[in-house]
């Protein structure tokens, strides 16, 4: 912020925990940093922007992911049912997926997507039938009462999120630069078609 005045810590600078943290550990750990410099050559960063990128990411996705949960308990959803339910929301009234489409889109384990399908099935908030194409597989539709529960949650889930981003003006510049390294990754293209 502007005009905020600057705690000093005995490592530098300090805005926030993250700040005060990493250089502490910085500090603490010299042999990490002295390896990234030998890795990269003279002139580049140090390391220590990447520590605070990260450590910034993994923060916020912690208050993110605090405020995702409560509003997810008073609807009886844990994250990861509501991310396969929201998954197969966007399918479409009729739309359906494999399992194991959907294992690849919510990045979780197989074992994961059975036991949240399982469990989300036996709720009657989504539907298996057998895939008409390969009588050995199954695929995953949503049922109306999962898609009018999703949207419920999501109307929260959204509204408590969107409450905790703020200023809203620094959401631009941020989205824009992980998107940048998101591609960077490979991570191009949208989910493939089920």
């Known amino acids: 912020m502007l005009g905020k005045s600057r705690a000093i810590c005995k490592y530098g600078p300090m805005n926030d925990y993250i700040d005060g943290f990493a250089r502490a550990w910085a500090q603490a750990n010299p042999a990490a940093l002295q390896r990234v410099n030998t890795q990269r050559g003279p002139g580049a960063s140090d390391g220590l922007d990447e520590i605070l990128f990260v450590a910034r990411i993994m923060?916020?996705?912690?208050?993110?992911d605090e405020a995702l949960r409560a509003q997810l308990r008073t609807h009886a959803m844990s994250p990861a049912e509501f991310d396969i339910l929201t998954i197969l929301d966007c399918q479409g009234a009729e739309g359906f997926l494999r399992p194991g489409e959907i294992t690849r889109r919510t990045l979780a384990t197989t074992?994961?997507?059975?036991t949240t399908l399982r469990h989300l099935e036996?709720?009657?908030l989504v539907a298996r039938e057998r895939a008409s194409d390969d009588g050995r597989s199954h695929r995953v539709r949503l049922t109306a009462s999962g898609r009018e529960s999703v949207r419920l949650a999501a109307i929260d889930a959204v509204s408590a999120q969107t409450a905790l981003l703020t200023p809203r003006e620094a959401l631009t510049p941020a989205n824009d630069a992980l998107q940048q390294l998101l591609e960077h990754l490979g991570d191009v293209n949208g989910p493939s078609e089920g």
């Not at 923060?59 to 993110?64: A, D, K, P, Q």
């Open 111 to 114: 074992g994961g997507t059975a």
């Open 59 to 64: 923060r916020l996705h912690r208050f993110l």
């Open 122 to 124: 036996a709720r009657g």
